[in-house]
């Protein structure tokens, strides 16, 4: 028997999609059915590796463990990882596909719609319920013979379709009436009901656009939910740059930490822990500044080679190398662990045409890229402090280290198959880089850390903070969006289907 489908579009780009399907795998799962989400086609820099060694959008990730499932490549079967403007990297059932152009975006169709039917088809028949994701608005008339992730999936799945609108930007009404409107009647047809996200304000002044909205497209209004403020849900681009701004100080020893704005970021998932820390503020980096820093970070990157000319064009090389002389802290993650060396060396074009560059020099390594990707989780600890640590590495480069660096951490496989020393720090520990996505996730490491730029200050450490787990936050998320949302509307919707 197949399983039933419901599926959650938007008005637009981060709406909150995802972290509604979140919620919603929750909340059914809650209700004894087994629960998988599905997105066909995500563009997204922030992925994850699967225990099998694939690579999914993060979002996707997040899902399945709402849905209490460790993550697959058929919750995500295509995800396009932009390198630039016009370029991009396609990852295809976990694997990378080739480059992808601007100019082919229909390719995706022709070649690869049949994995993403494939990948569907097994989920249908292992689960209850396979919650779909949109990506961004299914009203982009001119990119609708290419779609594969919006209505020609709702199609595919048979699935009902909630709009969501976000009314933080303003303008949803029109946004929710303009969608349905630029929609074909069948595309209209699966369209069951909408909802409005991120509201602030008395819900009484919203009460009439509301109605006249369900007038015009005789759809009910299933819920609205306010801005979420302070609950820590993980997001498809979370950290979002807007969030970094906005950072309230909870400590009078505030410590600055920059993360360098490069081009064609990814993974800055992995600075999201330090934004809950009490004495930590987050602000990001365009070019060099006069501002006091405890810290400058570099990210990950999909073009490590653009990254490294926007580093130098606007002074962040030499930022890094004053910090470094007047005892600041440098780090690199991935992309960002490679320009820090003295050397990246690209013979095979697979990132960029240029064979080779000068990398800023603070640390002796030297990267070369293969065509294989590195997707693998690993389990250590970090060789100074001893602290344990936990990640992923998503990675075409292959970095040696040379006779000036010590070895940053001790990694294994989680299996404890394989064994060996990673990444690269100076003697004195104020520069490293490393190819360990999420790294500062892990608590005692992320305060050891922290507790070294406060001693840099004189000032006490403080201790490390208890947390909630990701189940629990996911269960805080399904509750808020539970009491905001016509639930069992959603559950009529679902059982009826089309």
């Excluded at 990673?422 to 490491?445: C, I, K, M, N, W």
Aim: hydrophobic fraction near 40%; include cysteine.
């Amino acid at each position: 028997m197949s399983a039933r489908t419901l599926m959650i579009q938007g008005t637009a780009s981060h709406v909150g999609k995802s972290v509604l399907v979140t919620a919603l795998c929750r909340l059914f799962l809650r209700r004894g059915l087994r629960v998988a989400p599905f997105k066909a086609q995500n563009m997204s820099n922030n992925s994850f590796v699967t225990p099998e060694g694939k690579e999914i959008g993060r979002a996707q990730a997040v899902q399945a463990a709402a849905c209490r499932l460790d993550p697959r490549a058929d919750f995500n079967p295509v995800l396009i990882k932009p390198e630039g403007e016009r370029r991009a990297q396609l990852v295809v059932h976990g694997q990378v596909a080739g480059p992808l152009m601007a100019s082919d975006f229909g390719r995706i169709r022709r070649e690869h719609f049949k994995a993403v039917q494939e990948s569907f088809a097994r989920l249908s028949k292992e689960f209850d319920l396979v919650i779909l994701e949109g990506a961004g608005s299914p009203a982009e008339i001119n990119l609708r013979e290419q779609d594969i992730v919006n209505m020609r999936m709702a199609k595919e799945a048979k699935a009902p379709v909630v709009l969501v609108g976000d009314i933080d930007r303003g303008g949803v009404l029109a946004a929710l009436v303009g969608t349905l409107t630029l929609l074909q009647p069948d595309e209209r047809g699966h369209v069951k009901g909408f909802l409005i996200n991120k509201f602030r304000g008395d819900p009484d002044v919203l009460a009439p656009g509301l109605r006249m909205v369900e007038d015009l497209t005789t759809l009910p209004c299933l819920g609205v939910l306010p801005l979420w403020g302070d609950l820590r849900v993980p997001q498809e681009d979370s950290l979002g740059w807007d969030r970094v701004a906005t950072v309230a100080s909870r400590c009078a020893d505030l410590l600055t930490i920059a993360v360098a704005d490069v081009p064609a970021i990814s993974n800055f998932t992995d600075f999201e822990a330090l934004l809950q820390e009490p004495d930590v503020q987050i602000v990001r980096l365009w070019g060099e500044t006069d501002q006091p820093l405890d810290a400058l970070i570099f990210p990950g990157t999909k073009n490590t080679a653009q990254a490294l000319h926007f580093i130098k064009t606007r002074g962040l090389d030499r930022l890094a190398k004053r910090m470094v002389r007047e005892g600041g802290t440098v780090v690199g993650i991935c992309g960002g662990y490679q320009i820090l060396g003295t050397q990246i060396r690209d013979p095979r074009g697979i990132e960029s045409p240029e064979r080779e560059l000068e990398g800023i020099g603070l640390l002796d390594v030297v990267t070369s890229f293969a065509r294989k990707k590195v997707l693998i989780h690993v389990v250590g600890s970090h060789r100074e402090s001893g602290c344990p640590i936990e990640g992923y590495q998503v990675h075409m480069g292959r970095t040696r280290t040379g006779t000036d660096v010590l070895p940053l951490l001790d990694v294994q496989k989680p299996d404890h198959s394989m064994k060996w020393a990673e990444g690269a720090s100076s003697e004195d520990g104020r520069v490293f880089g490393t190819y360990v996505h999420g790294l500062f996730d892990a608590p005692a490491f992320r305060r050891s850390f922290l507790n070294r730029l406060r001693a840099r200050r004189g000032w006490d450490p403080l201790e490390i903070q208890t947390e909630r787990s990701l189940d629990q936050i996911l269960d805080d998320w399904a509750d808020f969006v539970a009491r905001h949302v016509d639930l069992p509307a959603i559950e009529a919707i679902v059982e009826k289907g089309l």
